[in-house]
């Protein structure tokens, strides 16, 4: 069976640091893209970015509003991923969740991160 | 950026009734479209990819259909438990972008 579980989220300062984890189980995780999105309370679903599968080099790719602030990164050997975000702005406050393949077909329940004062 | 915008935002529909929901795209993306759908609560759910094919394990009461700029969701037979919002997702070029969501409610 296909899991996903992040961990990480939490309440940071404006301009403060944090870093999300996306631990995978029940396929192999290096065949696969894997992407964040995340959902500000009340609003829509927001892509923030991916990473490719091993075939493509793990290259990544981001959103505009994160581009320079977030990165993303890749352990194989743990299957896990992970976002790191820095420079964190009140607007970055949403459910965080990590989804499997291009066309995002699995996900995991998502981690919350507040950024506020 | 490829801009999807669903109609309508919200709908109110009985148990039984047959429900579409519309997106469009800025412009053409093919068929590199996929329906979510996310209860109160949840995260969302893949139901249809590549426009109109049925993702694993979801019921054959949900279709898709569409390709170019020109897509539609139905659901065929409304039950409670449809009561959530659908999202679209292109997936054809950069940034993915998602519509803004249309709110199922049952009367």
């Known amino acids: 069976e296909v899991q996903l579980v992040e961990s990480g989220g939490g309440l940071v300062q404006p301009g403060g640091s944090l870093r999300l984890s996306c631990g995978a189980s029940?396929?192999?995780?290096?065949?696969?893209?894997i992407d964040w999105v995340r959902q500000a309370p009340g609003k829509g679903l927001e892509w923030v970015g991916r990473s490719r599968n091993k075939a493509n080099n793990y290259s990544t790719q981001y959103a505009a509003s994160v581009l320079g602030r977030f990165t993303i990164a890749r352990d194989d050997s743990k299957n896990s991923l992970y976002l790191q975000m820095n420079s964190l702005k009140t607007e970055d406050t949403a459910v965080y969740y990590c989804?499997?393949?291009?066309?995002?077909?699995?996900w995991g329940r998502g981690t919350p991160v507040t950024v506020s004062s | 950026d490829i801009q999807l915008t669903q109609s309508p935002s919200s709908l109110s529909a009985s148990v039984g009734d047959r429900v579409t929901i519309s997106c469009r795209a800025s412009q053409d993306i093919g068929n590199y479209l996929v329906w979510f759908q996310q209860r109160p609560g949840e995260a969302p759910k893949s139901l249809i990819y590549a426009a109109s094919t049925l993702q694993t394990g979801v019921s054959t009461k949900f279709s898709g259909s569409g390709s170019g700029t020109d897509f539609t969701l139905t659901i065929s037979r409304l039950l409670p438990e449809d009561l959530a919002t659908y999202y679209c997702?292109?997936?054809?070029?950069?940034?993915?972008?998602f519509g803004g969501g249309t709110k199922v409610e049952i009367k």
């Open positions: 029940g396929f192999t995780f290096s065949d696969h893209y």
């Open positions: 989804t499997r393949g291009r066309q995002l077909g699995y």
């Open positions: 997702l292109q997936y054809s070029f950069y940034p993915l972008t």
